[in-house]
């Protein structure tokens, strides 16, 4: 049915108060079983180990500099060693170690009537290639709960609002909004409407394991009950259409999923993505629902942090998306979302100083623009002083970077591979795609990265007319 933004007070619908399952309290209290090691020990254990990694790095880099002449030369040297050996090695040795220690808590085995209903809103702008197949993946989930799947139009000037029209799903709900206002306004409208105490995000392209969504609701229901959200793990689905978007297939499995696993052991995931991810109805509601803004997915997550509660990850709830496949769109993409972290940066900065361990990962985020610039301004003249016998930067990229780098990766495939196994999946070759992750990955998106923050940092210029 087609409903327009019109009728939105008309359809205002009962919403539950009671949002948690009781067995979910259960679920918490089996997580603190004997054996439990508490995620704060986990966390000082992985700091600990980096640290001493990245003390040992900056004691042996301080020989290597002690010959330049002059104590400022000697002060940018050490600067520009911290940046991009230093604290990329910390990086690497935290998440590998965060990954080494992290056990999920065990799923308990929920019966049919246990499952929550949900609500499912898609925000489809110009999607008449991708929605029906998006939708065909959400009716073969084996989810045993009703499923309310409402699909906003936001203004399409294709054939997607013809298409959704012939789709036959009896749990479909299309609202029809006449003007394109954005992916925020589109998920609010949804929100405004939904009917169920869980919403489910998910965008027009992506396609769900049939397990999904199972998985995504069984994390949530296991996790802590102090948990508002939970982020489900995006794959890249066209990772053979472009060199590009095989170069983001390891990105997304290697990078983006081990940093979302270990910022959830530390109870912070800092993005839980609109592409697929689990809220609770209420508590969107509470901060606002998504801002209307260019990085909106992390500056909601923040909003739902800086009021104190968890945001979880689930890294076997997987969607597959299509990614950009042309340097110019893959560059504006991860413009838009460096973009969005300065964004949330100014608009919960009081994130910086709350007693939680996510706050670390918030740090965390400051530090990477600081790697970010030190690897775009130092990498070539490193490789350039090497080729001329000047070693001081680039030795301890080599010595340091380089072998946690590879500690790092190859943990993240092992717990990568091991979550493929148990959901039957077999991790597709991809030579070509992890030679370029490798080698030219950093050197196209870390100045890009740059870019973005500064384009938020740096207020733009208005021309005034005479």
């Given amino acids: 049915m087609s409903v327009n933004a019109q009728d939105w007070s008309t359809r205002r619908r009962p919403f539950p108060v009671t949002v948690r399952l009781p067995l979910a309290a259960a679920n918490d209290q089996r997580m603190h079983r004997p054996r439990y090691v508490r995620v704060v020990f986990k966390f000082m254990l992985a700091f600990a180990l980096s640290f001493g990694w990245a003390t040992f790095a900056c004691m042996l880099s301080a020989h290597w500099t002690a010959g330049l002449e002059g104590p400022g030369t000697r002060l940018l040297a050490r ?62 989930q084996r989810y045993p709960a009703p499923v309310e799947v409402m699909v906003i139009n936001d203004g399409s000037t294709d054939a997607t609002l013809e298409r959704l029209r012939c789709a036959s799903y009896p749990w479909l709900e299309v ?17 405004r409407l939904a009917a169920h105490s869980i919403i489910v995000t998910l965008d027009a392209d992506a396609h769900l394991h049939p397990q999904a969504l199972r998985q995504l609701v069984t994390r949530y229901l296991s996790d802590p009950p102090n948990t508002a959200a939970v982020a489900g793990a995006v794959l890249v689905r066209n990772s053979r259409q472009s060199a590009v978007t095989r170069m983001q297939e390891w990105d997304y499995f290697h990078g983006i999923s081990a940093t979302r696993r270990v910022q959830s052991l530390c109870q912070g995931t800092l993005v839980a993505p609109a592409t697929f991810s689990l809220y609770r109805t209420d508590i969107l509601r509470v901060v606002g629902g998504w801002p209307e803004c260019e990085g909106e997915d992390i500056v909601l997550t923040w909003a739902i942090l800086r009021d104190h509660h968890r945001v979880g990850y689930a890294e076997d709830a997987i969607a597959f998306a299509r990614v950009p496949a042309s340097l110019a769109s893959f560059f504006e993409q991860r413009r838009s979302w460096s973009y969005g972290v300065i964004e949330a940066l100014k608009t919960h900065s009081s994130l910086l100083f709350q007693s939680k361990l996510s706050t670390f990962f918030v740090w965390w985020s400051l530090l990477l623009l600081y790697t970010d610039l030190i690897y775009t301004v130092a990498l070539v003249p490193a490789i350039v002083l090497a080729c001329v016998g000047i070693y001081w930067l680039a030795s301890p990229v080599l010595a340091f970077a380089v072998p946690m780098a590879l500690l790092g990766n190859l943990v993240i495939y092992a717990v990568q591979s091991r979550m493929f196994h148990t959901l039957g999946l077999n991790v597709r070759r991809n030579p070509l795609g992890l030679l370029g992750y490798a080698l030219v990955y950093g050197l196209l998106l870390k100045p890009v990265s740059i870019m973005g923050c500064l384009s938020c940092i740096v207020p733009r210029r208005t021309r005034h007319r005479a």
């Fill in 79 to 140: 600067l520009l060693i911290l940046g991009i050996a230093v604290l990329p090695a910390f990086m690497n040795v935290f998440l590998a170690t965060g990954l080494l220690l992290d056990r999920r808590p065990a799923r308990s085995r929920f019966a049919d009537s246990d499952f929550p209903a949900v609500s499912i809103l898609i925000a489809a702008h110009n999607a008449q290639d991708t929605i029906l197949d998006t939708l065909a993946s959400i009716a073969a």
């Fill in 175 to 191: 609202l029809d909004l006449a003007c394109a206002g954005g992916k925020s306004k589109a998920l609010n409208a949804g929100l």
